[in-house]
């Protein structure tokens, strides 16, 4: 056999039966679909994973997953359910290999395991947190989906933001930003509110997590004081026609609110309202 025979055997048993993650080796700054591929820094993704307050109850959804790291992470050290969607196959194959070695792989609590997908025609609507590197566009075309998403889903993307809609935390380390938001609940519009055997119309404007609005109160329409919208909790605040101020502390959940308030003279109850 001549020597160059022998070099073409071997060639062909190593691409034939050498593993997969030596056949691919990502490499920082690789082109994707959308973006180039540059990986977090782990320190970057422990605190995104905290900022989440990832349980083992949780459904962790990365996308854009690259080399797996953030899904990883999510089953190891949070003990999550964690799907990583990714558009390179070749990325996709790496990234499973690296939660195999990380004695994660697979589904279920504590397991991690990467997709092939495109993330726009992803269903990921069960998760309870959404992880991202994207650019800003991307993230803005996935906005729409993320603000659709379940009351209180929590959202952290490392390094780009929403644009208006504010983050509701950011850190920073190293000079790179991470941040944070909860899904807000739909709340805009009229609700019927009932105060015992009071009931009143409470009108609501909404952008994003931040609400204003008004009571009806005779000819009076108050306006709310420290009106708060996190996820499905809610809190507001009015002054009565006496000078009384009320405070009210809630959850809401469709259509439909209820929770508990307190006045200055130690007066309290329970509350609902009905959207119109």
């Given at each position: 056999?001549?020597?160059?025979?022998?070099?073409?055997?071997?060639?062909?048993?190593?691409?034939?039966?050498?593993?997969?993650?030596?056949?691919?080796?990502?490499?920082?700054?690789?082109?994707?679909?959308?973006v180039i591929w540059v990986p977090t820094p782990d320190d970057v993704v422990e605190r995104m994973l905290?900022?989440?307050?990832?349980?083992?109850?949780?459904?962790?959804?990365?996308?854009?997953?690259?080399?797996?790291?953030?899904?990883?992470?999510?089953?190891?050290?949070?003990?999550?359910?964690?799907?990583?969607?990714?558009?390179?196959?070749?990325?996709?194959?790496?990234?499973?290999?690296?939660?195999?070695?990380?004695?994660?792989?697979?589904?279920?609590?504590?397991?991690?395991?990467?997709?092939?997908?495109?993330?726009?025609?992803?269903?990921?609507?069960?998760?309870?947190?959404?992880?991202?590197?994207?650019?800003?566009?991307?993230?803005?075309?996935?906005?729409?989906?993320?603000?659709?998403?379940?009351?209180?889903?929590?959202?952290?993307?490392?390094?780009?933001?929403?644009?208006?809609?504010?983050?509701?935390?950011?850190?920073?380390?190293?000079?790179?930003?991470?941040?944070?938001?909860?899904?807000?609940?739909?709340?805009?519009?009229?609700?019927?509110?009932?105060?015992?055997?009071?009931?009143?119309?409470?009108?609501?404007?909404?952008?994003?997590?931040?609400?204003?609005?008004?009571?009806?109160?005779?000819?009076?329409?108050?306006?709310?004081?420290?009106?708060?919208?996190?996820?499905?909790?809610?809190?507001?605040?009015?002054?009565?026609?006496?000078?009384?101020?009320?405070?009210?502390?809630?959850?809401?959940?469709?259509?439909?609110?209820?929770?508990?308030?307190?006045?200055?003279?130690?007066?309290?109850?329970?509350?609902?309202?009905?959207?119109?």
């Amino acid at each position: 056999m001549t020597s160059f025979v022998r070099l073409l055997a071997v060639l062909l048993f190593a691409c034939n039966f050498a593993p997969a993650s030596a056949q691919f080796q990502p490499q920082v700054g690789q082109a994707g679909k959308d973006v180039i591929w540059v990986p977090t820094p782990d320190d970057v993704v422990e605190r995104m994973l905290t900022m989440a307050q990832v349980t083992p109850n949780d459904s962790v959804w990365d996308l854009g997953a690259g080399d797996g790291k953030i899904a990883i992470m999510a089953a190891k050290k949070f003990g999550a359910r964690a799907t990583g969607v990714e558009y390179n196959p070749d990325m996709v194959k790496h990234a499973n290999a690296n939660a195999q070695s990380a004695g994660v792989a697979g589904s279920g609590q504590g397991k991690a395991t990467i997709r092939h997908g495109d993330i726009f025609a992803t269903d990921f609507s069960s998760a309870s947190v959404i992880t991202l590197y994207l650019l800003p566009a991307l993230n803005m075309k996935l906005r729409p989906t993320l603000l659709s998403m379940r009351p209180g889903t929590r959202v952290v993307s490392h390094s780009f933001s929403m644009e208006d809609w504010e983050a509701d935390e950011i850190s920073t380390l190293d000079g790179r930003r991470a941040y944070f938001w909860l899904v807000p609940a739909n709340v805009m519009g009229t609700w019927n509110l009932e105060l015992g055997s009071q009931k009143t119309d409470l009108v609501l404007e909404q952008k994003f997590q931040h609400i204003s609005g008004t009571l009806s109160l005779g000819a009076i329409h108050a306006g709310l004081r420290d009106a708060r919208l996190r996820g499905t909790a809610i809190t507001f605040a009015y002054i009565d026609p006496t000078g009384l101020r009320r405070d009210f502390a809630g959850r809401v959940a469709g259509s439909r609110m209820e929770g508990t308030f307190r006045d200055e003279k130690g007066g309290e109850g329970k509350w609902s309202a009905t959207k119109k």
